[in-house]
């Protein structure tokens, strides 16, 4: 949910007198005009009858370097396959699992990205699988540690393991499943479009990746042409009309709210969430 929704929320919850006068995401602030003076008090939020201040977090200055993995690593494997778990389990999703030998396989093969501290510390990881034949490319396994989340390094590791892709495979289809909303819409700015599942790669040792999967039992069920994840493409050699064609979804136009609420939707229709009112309006708020 965007400020915008939770301070209009906050105005109808008050009886939604007198006039809701906006949001200015650049200073932070609203101004309501009405009849009853209120305070309400949250951590990092104060609104008052005439101003709300959001008070932005502070974060530490932390200088991080992208660059392209090697040997030298391959240490950092046990961190990365761990954080990749956890991360798929706090958002209650599935995850293709990967060992710490294939991490450390991609590590040496120049086929992965990493972020590190200016002190040394694993900051954040992606890797590049090849299938059929090189044909069809997969950014995998993007994950950023959780104390240096908020930083954009995913979005900075995202563009580099996308440029290390082009450079090694300038004439394939770059392709992704993801649950994640943020994913989704750095894929979109890079010129990923959301396809059918029809359009990715039919290598099989691809899909024996998904077995690992929580969610694998819902692929099989729709003969690997759906699943909670979404299926972006980019295709460096696909004219614009064509990907016009292909793009299952023409109004994302990289807003991460759709985004988002195109995955609950997923989820929703998918895992067969209970079929209140509540949990159909938490779509739209």
Request: hydrophobic content about 40%; proline content about 4%; aromatic content about 12%.
């Amino acid at each position: 949910m965007l400020w915008q929704d939770v301070l209009l929320l906050i105005f109808l919850q008050l009886g939604g007198e007198g006039t809701f006068l906006g949001f200015d995401p650049a200073i932070f602030s609203i101004s309501l005009c009405g009849r009853f003076p209120f305070v309400l008090s949250f951590p990092e939020l104060f609104i008052s009858a005439t101003q709300l201040f959001i008070s932005p977090p502070i974060m530490e200055e932390i200088t991080f370097k992208i660059l392209v993995a090697d040997a030298s690593h391959k240490s950092f494997a046990q961190q990365i396959t761990d954080e990749m778990a956890n991360s798929a389990k706090a958002r209650g999703t599935g995850i293709a699992k990967r060992s710490i030998e294939y991490v450390q396989t991609k590590i040496e093969e120049g086929k992965a990205i990493i972020a590190l501290t200016g002190d040394g510390r694993w900051a954040g990881f992606c890797y590049i699988e090849a299938w059929g034949h090189g044909k069809y490319v997969a950014n995998s396994g993007l994950i950023v540690s959780p104390e240096f989340r908020k930083y954009g390094l995913a979005r900075k590791i995202k563009q580099e393991i996308f440029k290390l892709s082009r450079l090694k495979y300038p004439d394939s289809k770059i392709f992704g499943l993801t649950t994640g909303p943020a994913v989704m819409k750095i894929n979109s700015e890079l010129g990923y479009i959301p396809v059918s599942y029809a359009d990715l790669t039919d290598d099989n040792e691809f899909w024996k990746g998904c077995q690992s999967c929580v969610n694998y039992e819902i692929l099989m069920s729709k003969s690997r042409q759906n699943c909670i994840c979404t299926a972006m493409l980019y295709d460096p050699n696909a004219p614009k009309n064509k990907l016009s064609e292909m793009a299952l979804r023409k109004d994302f136009d990289k807003r991460i709210k759709l985004f988002d609420r195109w995955v609950r939707l997923k989820k929703f229709v998918f895992l067969k969430l209970g079929k209140s009112s509540k949990s159909i309006l938490s779509f739209f708020i």
